[in-house]
């Protein structure tokens, strides 16, 4: 069964950086584009960035306005997601997902997620 | 941008029950639109893609159909498994969710 494990997640000031990590096990990560999706607490899903298998396109939502940037390590078979200047609203379970295929909009597999409060 | 609505918002029903979730989007999107079920704690999971292919390991009693614009999720017989949300997607656009409660 495959498996992604997100860790990185806690709680940081507003305007303070934080690093996500997703490792990934028993699939193919260097294949798969991969994404992260948000979720604020009681709320619905927001989905954040995607990677392609081979890390050459990115694409982000518009509301990240920059201050996130995605990432990976196929020799380490993990993906990451930077995210500098961190605001409330941002306090949010971060789950990265893997895509269906090298790089698309349909994600099949989800991690279980890593909590970010940001709070002063 | 695309906005996709789910109707409705809540839907309460006995086990055995057959439930009609509904994903209208202001565009048309052809046939890529997928269905996501979440329960309470858990990570979401992909229960159909282009709109009629069940993912893998999905049970027979979730079926999908429309194209265009309109999309149904379709759970013929609710098991107490079923009771969750389920949000529709197109590429980076999730819908808002419609909660399957027990009545």
């Known amino acids: 069964q495959m498996q992604l494990v997100e860790s990185g997640g806690g709680v940081v000031q507003p305007g303070r950086s934080l690093r996500l990590s997703c490792a990934a096990s028993?699939?193919?990560?260097?294949?798969?584009?991969m994404h992260w999706v948000r979720q604020a607490p009681g709320k619905g899903l927001e989905w954040l960035a995607v990677i392609s298998d081979d890390e050459t396109n990115t694409f982000y939502a518009e509301s990240l306005k920059g201050r996130f940037t995605i990432s990976r390590d196929n020799s380490k078979n993990t993906l990451y997601l930077q995210m500098n200047s961190l605001r409330a609203e941002d306090t949010a379970i971060y789950y990265c997902?893997?895509?269906?295929?090298?790089?698309?909009?349909?994600?099949?597999?989800w991690g279980h997620g890593a909590l970010v409060t940001v709070t002063s | 941008e695309i906005v996709l609505t789910q109707s409705p918002a809540t839907l309460s029903l006995s086990p055995g029950e057959r439930a009609t979730l509904f994903c209208r989007a202001s565009q048309r999107v052809n046939i890529y639109v997928a269905w996501y079920q979440q329960k309470p704690g858990q990570a979401p999971r992909l229960l159909i893609y282009?709109?009629?292919n069940r993912a893998t390991g999905i049970p027979d009693r979730f079926s999908g159909s429309g194209s265009g614009t309109d999309f149904t999720l379709t759970i013929s017989r609710l098991e107490p498994e079923d009771f969750a949300l389920y949000y529709c997607?197109?590429?980076?656009?999730f819908g808002p969710g419609t909660k399957v409660d027990i009545k």
């Open positions: 997607h197109h590429r980076t656009v």
């Open positions: 282009d709109a009629s």
């Open positions: 028993r699939f193919s990560f260097s294949r798969y584009g």
């Open positions: 997902a893997k895509d269906r295929f090298s790089f698309g909009y349909l994600m099949d597999f």
